[in-house]
């Protein structure tokens, strides 16, 4: 139900930061940029179909992101410093770096299995209202 309340948007890349300590997080993710409100959209319906189900509203902050990597394993420590200068970007016509834009037509529903190869399965691939 949630799907049919949603069109399809576009998302890009924003800047990247990480979850877990500084010197060695647990995860390195890139934000994203929604500039039609779209996923927020999406949120809040998912939140309010899984309310009625019964399943409590997740207590942590609402931070979408893309996980890049996990598991920081270095000798020393990370040098979260040069995450600034970081972008994802698509090379343009002549040789301009452009955004790394995509259409968001479907969101998936997965499960994890912690400690387990591969660590997601998708239980189920929901297509947007008008795709």
């Known amino acids: 139900r949630a799907s049919l309340k949603i069109n399809p948007f576009q998302m890009e890349f924003g800047t990247f930061g990480t979850f877990g300590s500084a010197e060695s997080p647990r995860v390195l993710w890139a934000g994203v940029i929604d500039q039609s409100g779209g996923l927020d959209k999406l949120y809040e319906a998912v939140t309010s179909e899984m309310g009625e189900l019964g399943f409590a509203k997740e207590a942590r902050p609402y931070r979408p992101h893309v996980t890049i990597a996990r598991k920081y394993a270095g000798k020393s420590p990370f040098a979260g410093s040069n995450l600034r200068s970081l972008a994802v970007e698509k090379s343009g016509p002549e040789g301009k770096n452009q955004p790394l834009i995509w259409e968001v037509d479907e969101f998936v529903l997965f499960s994890t299995h912690l ?7 998708i239980l189920e691939a929901v297509q947007m209202k008008d795709s």
């Open 115 to 121: 400690h387990e190869k591969p660590m997601y399965e």
